[in-house]
Protein backbone atom coordinates (compact mmCIF):
# COMPACT_ATOMS: atom_id res chain seq x y z
CA UNK A 1 0.00 0.00 0.00
CA UNK A 2 1.11 3.49 -0.64
CA UNK A 3 2.47 5.69 1.78
CA UNK A 4 -0.57 7.32 3.54
CA UNK A 5 -0.34 11.43 4.11
CA UNK A 6 -1.27 12.74 7.36
CA UNK A 7 -4.80 13.61 7.21
CA UNK A 8 -4.12 17.35 8.66
CA UNK A 9 -1.51 18.01 5.94
CA UNK A 10 -4.28 16.62 3.42
CA UNK A 11 -6.67 19.47 4.96
CA UNK A 12 -3.73 21.57 5.36
CA UNK A 13 -4.90 22.41 9.06
CA UNK A 14 -3.02 22.46 12.28
CA UNK A 15 -3.47 19.14 14.63
CA UNK A 16 -5.84 21.77 17.20
CA UNK A 17 -8.13 22.79 14.35
CA UNK A 18 -11.59 23.50 15.51
CA UNK A 19 -14.79 21.49 13.55
CA UNK A 20 -15.57 24.83 11.90
CA UNK A 21 -12.36 25.37 10.33
CA UNK A 22 -11.74 21.45 9.43
CA UNK A 23 -15.13 22.01 7.22
CA UNK A 24 -13.55 25.03 5.99
CA UNK A 25 -10.41 23.78 4.78
CA UNK A 26 -12.71 20.74 3.44
CA UNK A 27 -14.64 23.00 1.62
CA UNK A 28 -12.01 24.84 -0.12
CA UNK A 29 -9.88 21.62 -0.95
CA UNK A 30 -12.62 19.57 -2.41
CA UNK A 31 -13.43 22.51 -4.49
CA UNK A 32 -10.05 22.87 -5.91
CA UNK A 33 -10.10 19.24 -6.48
CA UNK A 34 -13.47 18.17 -7.50
CA UNK A 35 -13.54 15.92 -10.37
CA UNK A 36 -15.87 18.09 -12.36
CA UNK A 37 -13.55 20.56 -12.71
CA UNK A 38 -10.54 18.39 -13.13
CA UNK A 39 -11.98 16.08 -15.87
CA UNK A 40 -9.38 13.84 -16.87
CA UNK A 41 -6.74 14.87 -14.36
CA UNK A 42 -5.77 11.53 -11.96
CA UNK A 43 -3.52 13.24 -9.75
CA UNK A 44 -6.61 15.40 -9.16
CA UNK A 45 -9.03 12.64 -8.50
CA UNK A 46 -6.11 11.03 -6.35
CA UNK A 47 -6.53 14.14 -3.80
CA UNK A 48 -9.89 14.52 -3.97
CA UNK A 49 -10.30 11.18 -2.30
CA UNK A 50 -7.64 12.06 -0.53
CA UNK A 51 -8.81 15.24 1.14
CA UNK A 52 -12.88 13.61 1.52
CA UNK A 53 -11.12 10.85 3.37
CA UNK A 54 -9.03 12.81 5.42
CA UNK A 55 -12.33 14.81 6.66
CA UNK A 56 -14.10 11.46 7.30
CA UNK A 57 -11.90 10.70 10.11
CA UNK A 58 -11.58 14.28 11.36
CA UNK A 59 -15.07 15.59 11.56
CA UNK A 60 -16.02 12.12 13.81
CA UNK A 61 -14.14 12.91 17.68
CA UNK A 62 -14.24 9.56 18.50
CA UNK A 63 -12.02 8.74 14.95
CA UNK A 64 -10.03 12.17 15.09
CA UNK A 65 -9.09 10.64 18.99
CA UNK A 66 -8.06 7.29 17.39
CA UNK A 67 -6.44 8.69 15.01
CA UNK A 68 -4.49 11.38 16.93
CA UNK A 69 -3.36 8.59 19.30
CA UNK A 70 -2.76 6.11 16.70
CA UNK A 71 -2.41 7.37 12.93
CA UNK A 72 -3.52 5.64 10.15
CA UNK A 73 -2.98 1.98 12.29
CA UNK A 74 -5.90 2.74 13.85
CA UNK A 75 -8.37 1.86 10.18
CA UNK A 76 -5.71 -0.51 8.68
CA UNK A 77 -5.87 -3.93 9.54
CA UNK A 78 -8.26 -7.02 8.53
CA UNK A 79 -10.18 -3.96 6.24
CA UNK A 80 -7.55 -3.96 3.17
CA UNK A 81 -7.18 -0.44 3.66
CA UNK A 82 -9.82 1.83 2.91
CA UNK A 83 -8.44 3.94 0.96
CA UNK A 84 -7.69 1.37 -2.33
CA UNK A 85 -10.49 0.00 -3.11
CA UNK A 86 -13.18 1.39 -2.12
CA UNK A 87 -13.05 4.84 -3.91
CA UNK A 88 -14.48 7.44 -2.69
CA UNK A 89 -17.76 6.74 -0.51
CA UNK A 90 -16.68 3.44 -0.03
CA UNK A 91 -15.76 3.29 3.69
CA UNK A 92 -18.43 5.61 4.04
CA UNK A 93 -20.83 2.82 3.30
CA UNK A 94 -19.47 0.47 5.77
CA UNK A 95 -15.85 -1.25 7.14
CA UNK A 96 -14.79 2.28 9.19
CA UNK A 97 -18.22 2.58 10.85
CA UNK A 98 -17.99 -1.40 12.35
CA UNK A 99 -14.29 -0.92 12.99
CA UNK A 100 -15.13 2.07 15.53
CA UNK A 101 -18.18 0.38 16.45
CA UNK A 102 -15.82 -2.38 17.61
CA UNK A 103 -13.54 -0.35 19.22
CA UNK A 104 -15.54 2.39 20.74
CA UNK A 105 -18.52 0.12 21.03
CA UNK A 106 -18.07 -0.62 24.80
CA UNK A 107 -17.61 2.85 25.88
CA UNK A 108 -21.01 4.09 23.95
CA UNK A 109 -22.89 1.18 25.42
CA UNK A 110 -22.99 -0.75 22.16
CA UNK A 111 -21.72 -3.70 23.70
CA UNK A 112 -21.28 -3.60 27.56
CA UNK A 113 -21.14 -6.25 30.30
CA UNK A 114 -18.36 -8.68 28.51
CA UNK A 115 -20.13 -8.78 25.30
CA UNK A 116 -23.71 -9.10 26.67
CA UNK A 117 -25.54 -7.52 23.18
CA UNK A 118 -27.71 -5.11 23.65
CA UNK A 119 -29.45 -1.90 21.60
CA UNK A 120 -27.88 1.49 21.43
CA UNK A 121 -28.88 3.91 24.87
CA UNK A 122 -30.35 6.52 23.78
CA UNK A 123 -29.91 9.98 26.06
CA UNK A 124 -32.55 12.58 26.43
CA UNK A 125 -32.43 16.30 27.77
CA UNK A 126 -35.47 17.06 30.12
CA UNK A 127 -36.03 20.70 31.43
CA UNK A 128 -37.68 21.53 34.30
CA UNK A 129 -38.82 24.26 36.53
CA UNK A 130 -38.03 24.59 40.19
CA UNK A 131 -41.56 23.78 41.13
CA UNK A 132 -42.10 20.75 39.15
CA UNK A 133 -38.45 19.38 40.40
CA UNK A 134 -40.49 19.70 44.20
CA UNK A 135 -43.07 18.17 43.60
CA UNK A 136 -42.29 15.22 40.87
CA UNK A 137 -43.00 15.69 36.82
CA UNK A 138 -44.25 13.62 34.08
CA UNK A 139 -42.98 15.07 30.93
CA UNK A 140 -43.36 13.46 27.18
CA UNK A 141 -40.08 13.41 25.54
CA UNK A 142 -40.07 13.12 21.55
CA UNK A 143 -36.92 10.69 20.77
CA UNK A 144 -35.08 9.52 17.90
CA UNK A 145 -34.89 5.71 19.00
CA UNK A 146 -35.17 2.35 17.36
CA UNK A 147 -37.99 -0.31 17.56
CA UNK A 148 -38.91 -3.74 16.90
CA UNK A 149 -39.69 -4.13 13.28
CA UNK A 150 -43.77 -3.60 12.50
CA UNK A 151 -43.41 -6.16 9.50
CA UNK A 152 -41.61 -9.05 11.30
CA UNK A 153 -41.83 -8.09 14.68
CA UNK A 154 -38.50 -7.98 15.35
CA UNK A 155 -37.60 -11.64 14.32
CA UNK A 156 -35.88 -10.04 11.27
CA UNK A 157 -36.90 -13.09 9.26
CA UNK A 158 -39.56 -12.87 6.32
CA UNK A 159 -40.93 -16.09 7.49
CA UNK A 160 -43.96 -16.42 9.65
CA UNK A 161 -41.78 -19.07 12.16
CA UNK A 162 -38.55 -16.90 12.25
CA UNK A 163 -36.12 -19.22 10.32
CA UNK A 164 -32.34 -18.66 11.10
CA UNK A 165 -29.64 -20.81 9.98
CA UNK A 166 -25.95 -21.27 11.28
CA UNK A 167 -24.16 -17.88 10.54
CA UNK A 168 -21.53 -19.04 7.75
CA UNK A 169 -18.95 -16.05 9.12
CA UNK A 170 -18.48 -17.34 12.41
CA UNK A 171 -19.68 -20.88 11.86
CA UNK A 172 -22.02 -20.79 14.95
CA UNK A 173 -19.36 -19.22 17.42
CA UNK A 174 -20.36 -15.47 17.36
CA UNK A 175 -17.22 -14.26 17.79
CA UNK A 176 -14.19 -13.53 14.76
CA UNK A 177 -10.91 -12.62 15.38
CA UNK A 178 -9.35 -10.22 13.67
CA UNK A 179 -6.16 -7.81 13.95
CA UNK A 180 -6.93 -4.19 13.84
CA UNK A 181 -3.88 -2.07 13.80
CA UNK A 182 -1.48 -3.20 16.53
CA UNK A 183 -4.11 -5.37 18.25
CA UNK A 184 -5.27 -8.61 17.63
CA UNK A 185 -8.71 -8.60 19.13
CA UNK A 186 -11.58 -10.80 19.75
CA UNK A 187 -14.75 -9.20 18.22
CA UNK A 188 -18.40 -10.21 18.12
CA UNK A 189 -18.77 -12.09 14.43
CA UNK A 190 -20.03 -8.67 11.55
CA UNK A 191 -22.08 -11.12 10.22
CA UNK A 192 -24.45 -12.30 13.59
CA UNK A 193 -23.85 -9.47 15.41
CA UNK A 194 -22.37 -12.44 17.88
CA UNK A 195 -25.44 -14.38 17.91
CA UNK A 196 -24.52 -17.07 15.80
CA UNK A 197 -27.33 -17.53 13.88
CA UNK A 198 -27.87 -15.37 10.42
CA UNK A 199 -31.70 -14.90 9.36
CA UNK A 200 -32.78 -17.39 6.09
CA UNK A 201 -35.09 -15.02 4.78
CA UNK A 202 -34.26 -11.38 5.82
CA UNK A 203 -37.41 -9.27 6.01
CA UNK A 204 -37.41 -7.10 3.36
CA UNK A 205 -38.51 -3.84 6.04
CA UNK A 206 -35.45 -4.02 8.14
CA UNK A 207 -33.14 -6.18 5.81
CA UNK A 208 -33.00 -8.33 8.42
CA UNK A 209 -32.02 -6.67 11.51
CA UNK A 210 -35.58 -6.58 13.41
CA UNK A 211 -35.48 -3.07 14.11
CA UNK A 212 -36.49 0.19 12.16
CA UNK A 213 -36.25 3.56 13.12
CA UNK A 214 -38.59 5.64 15.00
CA UNK A 215 -39.43 8.72 16.73
CA UNK A 216 -41.53 8.04 19.57
CA UNK A 217 -42.66 9.96 22.22
CA UNK A 218 -42.02 8.94 25.92
CA UNK A 219 -44.01 9.74 29.00
CA UNK A 220 -40.58 10.28 31.82
CA UNK A 221 -41.32 10.25 35.06
CA UNK A 222 -39.28 12.47 37.26
CA UNK A 223 -39.05 12.05 41.01
CA UNK A 224 -39.86 14.85 43.33
CA UNK A 225 -36.41 16.19 45.02
CA UNK A 226 -34.84 15.36 41.78
CA UNK A 227 -31.52 18.33 41.54
CA UNK A 228 -29.99 19.67 38.76
CA UNK A 229 -27.90 17.98 36.39
CA UNK A 230 -29.19 14.59 37.17
CA UNK A 231 -28.96 11.43 35.16
CA UNK A 232 -31.57 9.04 35.16
CA UNK A 233 -31.75 5.48 33.47
CA UNK A 234 -34.40 3.61 32.39
CA UNK A 235 -33.41 0.13 32.15
CA UNK A 236 -34.42 -1.69 28.61
CA UNK A 237 -36.17 1.97 27.44
CA UNK A 238 -33.49 1.96 24.71
CA UNK A 239 -33.12 1.12 21.00
CA UNK A 240 -34.73 -2.63 20.18
CA UNK A 241 -31.14 -4.62 19.39
CA UNK A 242 -33.57 -7.15 16.92
CA UNK A 243 -34.09 -10.80 17.32
CA UNK A 244 -32.71 -12.17 20.56
CA UNK A 245 -30.73 -9.00 21.63
CA UNK A 246 -31.59 -7.40 24.98
CA UNK A 247 -33.19 -3.53 24.26
CA UNK A 248 -30.83 -0.82 25.42
CA UNK A 249 -30.81 1.95 28.20
CA UNK A 250 -32.65 4.99 27.95
CA UNK A 251 -30.81 8.01 29.88
CA UNK A 252 -32.44 11.39 30.93
CA UNK A 253 -30.49 13.82 31.61
CA UNK A 254 -32.76 16.70 33.69
CA UNK A 255 -31.72 20.28 34.17
CA UNK A 256 -33.55 22.31 36.92
CA UNK A 257 -34.52 25.84 35.90
CA UNK A 258 -33.43 28.80 37.87
CA UNK A 259 -36.60 30.62 39.89
CA UNK A 260 -37.42 33.92 40.79
CA UNK A 261 -37.89 33.76 44.47
CA UNK A 262 -36.70 30.79 45.61
CA UNK A 263 -32.61 29.03 45.65
CA UNK A 264 -32.39 25.65 46.22
CA UNK A 265 -29.42 24.51 48.34
CA UNK A 266 -29.98 20.97 48.56
CA UNK A 267 -33.48 19.95 50.66
CA UNK A 268 -33.23 23.63 52.15
CA UNK A 269 -34.63 26.71 50.19
CA UNK A 270 -33.54 30.35 50.46
CA UNK A 271 -35.74 33.01 49.52
CA UNK A 272 -34.92 36.63 50.52
CA UNK A 273 -37.21 38.97 51.50
CA UNK A 274 -36.72 42.60 51.16
CA UNK A 275 -38.21 44.81 53.82
CA UNK A 276 -38.78 48.90 54.15
CA UNK A 277 -36.92 50.44 56.57
CA UNK A 278 -39.68 50.97 59.00
CA UNK A 279 -40.84 47.55 58.81
CA UNK A 280 -37.62 46.54 59.80
CA UNK A 281 -37.43 48.89 62.67
CA UNK A 282 -40.97 48.23 64.02
CA UNK A 283 -41.83 45.18 63.24
CA UNK A 284 -43.92 43.32 61.49
CA UNK A 285 -45.48 40.16 59.61
CA UNK A 286 -44.78 39.34 55.98
CA UNK A 287 -46.38 36.68 53.99
CA UNK A 288 -44.29 34.54 51.92
CA UNK A 289 -44.47 31.89 49.49
CA UNK A 290 -44.07 28.53 49.89
CA UNK A 291 -42.33 26.07 46.99
CA UNK A 292 -45.57 23.69 47.56
CA UNK A 293 -47.55 26.84 46.62
CA UNK A 294 -48.74 27.90 50.13
CA UNK A 295 -47.75 30.84 52.10
CA UNK A 296 -47.48 30.87 55.25
CA UNK A 297 -46.85 34.08 57.60
CA UNK A 298 -43.38 35.56 59.45
CA UNK A 299 -43.02 37.34 62.25
CA UNK A 300 -40.21 39.93 61.81
CA UNK A 301 -39.70 41.22 65.61
CA UNK A 302 -38.66 45.48 65.73
CA UNK A 303 -35.16 45.86 64.86
CA UNK A 304 -34.27 43.03 62.42
CA UNK A 305 -30.94 43.96 60.21
CA UNK A 306 -30.78 43.37 57.04
CA UNK A 307 -29.02 39.63 56.66
CA UNK A 308 -30.58 38.01 59.69
CA UNK A 309 -32.34 34.83 58.48
CA UNK A 310 -35.49 32.96 59.37
CA UNK A 311 -35.57 29.48 59.69
CA UNK A 312 -39.28 27.95 58.53
CA UNK A 313 -38.65 23.83 59.40
CA UNK A 314 -39.80 21.49 57.11
CA UNK A 315 -40.83 24.40 54.55
CA UNK A 316 -38.07 23.36 52.30
CA UNK A 317 -37.31 20.84 49.48
CA UNK A 318 -38.29 17.61 49.08
CA UNK A 319 -36.07 15.10 49.21
CA UNK A 320 -35.25 12.14 46.91
CA UNK A 321 -37.20 8.92 47.28
CA UNK A 322 -38.56 10.07 50.78
CA UNK A 323 -41.55 11.89 52.38
CA UNK A 324 -38.75 14.02 54.33
CA UNK A 325 -38.41 17.85 53.75
CA UNK A 326 -35.48 20.36 53.94
CA UNK A 327 -36.38 23.91 55.89
CA UNK A 328 -36.68 27.03 54.64
CA UNK A 329 -34.85 30.11 55.02
CA UNK A 330 -35.83 33.66 54.80
CA UNK A 331 -33.03 36.39 54.11
CA UNK A 332 -34.17 39.71 55.10
CA UNK A 333 -32.69 42.80 53.45
CA UNK A 334 -33.67 46.44 54.65
CA UNK A 335 -34.20 48.62 51.80
CA UNK A 336 -33.58 52.14 52.41
CA UNK A 337 -36.63 54.48 51.33
CA UNK A 338 -35.73 56.86 48.56
CA UNK A 339 -37.50 59.40 45.98
CA UNK A 340 -38.99 60.60 49.49
CA UNK A 341 -41.96 63.06 49.47
CA UNK A 342 -41.77 66.37 51.44
CA UNK A 343 -43.21 65.30 54.26
CA UNK A 344 -41.28 62.01 54.20
CA UNK A 345 -38.13 63.87 54.13
CA UNK A 346 -39.04 66.18 56.91
CA UNK A 347 -40.62 63.49 59.37
CA UNK A 348 -36.63 61.83 58.98
CA UNK A 349 -35.22 64.89 59.59
CA UNK A 350 -37.32 65.28 63.04
CA UNK A 351 -36.25 61.59 63.74
CA UNK A 352 -32.51 62.17 63.63
CA UNK A 353 -33.43 65.58 65.81
CA UNK A 354 -35.17 63.45 68.16
CA UNK A 355 -31.74 61.14 69.14
CA UNK A 356 -29.99 64.21 69.41
CA UNK A 357 -25.69 63.79 69.41
CA UNK A 358 -26.50 59.95 70.83
CA UNK A 359 -27.26 57.48 68.52
CA UNK A 360 -25.55 54.62 70.06
CA UNK A 361 -29.11 53.67 71.68
CA UNK A 362 -31.20 53.35 67.95
CA UNK A 363 -27.79 52.32 66.09
CA UNK A 364 -25.14 50.80 68.26
CA UNK A 365 -23.07 49.63 64.93
CA UNK A 366 -23.05 52.65 63.12
CA UNK A 367 -21.68 54.28 66.80
CA UNK A 368 -19.61 51.94 67.52
CA UNK A 369 -17.67 51.59 63.75
CA UNK A 370 -17.45 55.95 64.33
CA UNK A 371 -15.82 55.41 67.67
CA UNK A 372 -13.53 52.95 66.23
CA UNK A 373 -12.67 55.32 63.63
CA UNK A 374 -12.08 58.12 66.16
CA UNK A 375 -9.67 55.68 68.19
CA UNK A 376 -7.79 54.62 64.47
CA UNK A 377 -6.90 58.29 63.56
CA UNK A 378 -5.75 59.10 67.37
CA UNK A 379 -3.76 56.21 67.51
CA UNK A 380 -1.98 57.03 65.12
ZN1 LIG B 1 -38.44 -6.62 9.76
ZN1 LIG C 1 -21.53 -15.00 12.85
Redesign the pocket.
Known amino acids: MATKIDYYESLEVSRTASGDELKKAFRKQAMRYHPDRNPGDDAAEQKFKEINEAYDVLKDEQKRAAYDQYGHAAFDGGMGGMGGGGGFGGFGAGGLGDIFDQMFGDMMGGRRGGGRRTGADVQVQVEISLTEAFSGVTKSVEVRTRVA ?1 E ?2 HGS ?1 SADAGGGSTTCATCHGAGKVRAQQGFFLVERPCPTCHGSGRTVRNP ?1 K ?2 QGT ?1 TQAKTETLQIEIPAGVEDGTRIRMAGRGEAGGEGVQPGDLYVHVSVLSHDIFQRDGANIYCRVPLRMTQAALGTEVEVPVIDGSRTRVRIPAGTQTGETFRLRGKGFSVLRSSARGDMYIQVSVETPHHLTKRQRELLEEFEKEAGDDHAKASPENSGFFAKVRDFFEGR
Do not use: E, F, M, R
Open positions: CSCGCVCG
